[in-house]
């Protein structure tokens, strides 16, 4: 019987189109944008949270396996649920199905995308973000509103991707890469963030490796 073990999986996230994220309005500083994306408090780098990549790639999937519970993510506890097993059974405390098999990590800058935000800045004195102006328009007058501004990613930027996957001893580790695959085939088939239908946040996965070996994803 296998033992248990823990695989990490690594990969660059590269946006193919802007990516936005939301941050925390907070109080508005003076000539602030309006819809400012999530950055680290610290270094003020955009990130994007772990829980975001979670909550898409498990929303995804909920739909791919029809484990769809009202507005509300799945919670039926069962074993052979993926969902449940791998993402957690949402407000589900007699479950019997151990820890969360997927935990997420925030995706910060690769050392790459560091060193090309740091050369941007320096000469073109801007980081790898933009402002989007946006008009809604109210479909009753026809008539432009106030614009709102928009902040995102710019296309090309890169982030490194880090999500451990637990195996417990005698579980079938190829069951969860397979549903793994798929969810990272679905999050590039539909988008991250906000915006999507409007063409923000694609994304593809580059140099996926489990355990620092490159993996072709299919199982
Ligand atoms: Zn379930």
């Known amino acids: 019987m296998s033992e ?18 939301g941050g925390s309005e ?6 602030s944008i309006d819809n400012p994306i999530i950055r680290d408090p610290v270094t003020r780098e955009p990130y994007i949270p772990g829980s975001s990549l979670k909550g898409k790639m498990r929303s995804c999937l909920e739909r791919a396996y029809n484990k769809i519970n009202g507005d509300r993510p799945c919670g039926c506890g069962e074993p052979d649920c993926p969902i449940c ?7 589900n405390t007699r479950h019997r199905l151990g820890p969360t ?5 925030d995706a910060f800058y690769t050392a790459e995308q560091r ?9 073109m004195g801007q980081e790898p ?35 451990s996957l637990i195996v417990l001893r ?12 798929e969810g990272l085939k679905w999050l590039e088939d539909t988008y991250l963030g906000s915006s999507g239908s409007r063409g923000y946040g694609k994304i593809r996965f ?14």
């Open 101 to 105: 098999r997927l935990l997420f990590r």
């Open 129 to 163: 973000v933009e402002v989007k102006t946006e008009n809604i328009i109210n479909r009753v007058t026809n008539q432009a509103q106030h614009p709102r501004q928009m902040e995102r990613v710019i296309p090309g930027t890169e982030f490194e991707v880090n999500i």
């Open 206 to 219: 580059k140099d996926v490796r489990l355990d620092g070996k490159p993996w072709d994803r299919i199982v």
């Open 170 to 181: 005698g579980e079938d580790e190829n069951w969860f890469l397979r549903i793994l695959a």
């Open 85 to 91: 097993v791998l993402f957690g059974p949402h407000f």
């Open 26 to 31: 907070g109080p508005l500083a003076v000539g």
């Open 4 to 21: 248990a073990r823990v695989i990490n999986l690594t990969a660059v996230l590269e946006c193919v189109t802007g990516l936005r994220i």
């Open 115 to 123: 060193e090309r935000a740091r050369k941007l800045m320096q000469e």
